[in-house]
């Protein structure tokens, strides 16, 4: 199946399984491996986000707890779409 296929087949999908599968391709992906070619301004950015960590890095959010709330946030959403679907 090409990717164009795939893409006309996930918009027919409902909302509520397009997030499902916007969860499962995400936590496919390597958290780093450095495969994913960057743009000069998003190095950038990057650096300028880790000179802040090693600054305050109390004021930090853990993987596992963004995650967890981008879940809650993705399932709340799904109820919502499942009840207006209803």
């Known amino acids: 199946m090409t990717k164009i296929a795939i893409s006309k087949s ?3 999908l409902p909302v509520a399984d ?3 599968l916007l969860e499962e391709i995400q936590l496919s992906l390597p958290d ?3 495969s994913i070619p ?3 301004w998003q190095k950038k950015l990057i ?8 600054k305050n890095p109390g004021n ?4 596992a707890d963004f995650r967890a709330t981008l879940r809650a946030a ?3 959403f799904r109820q919502t779409a499942k009840k207006k679907s209803a």
């Open 74 to 76: 993705a399932n709340r």
């Open 32 to 34: 780093d491996d450095g």
């Open 38 to 40: 960057l743009y000069e």
């Open 47 to 54: 650096d300028k986000r880790r000179a802040e960590y090693r």
């Open 10 to 12: 996930m918009r027919r």
């Open 18 to 20: 397009r997030l499902e």
């Open 60 to 63: 930090t959010v853990s993987g």
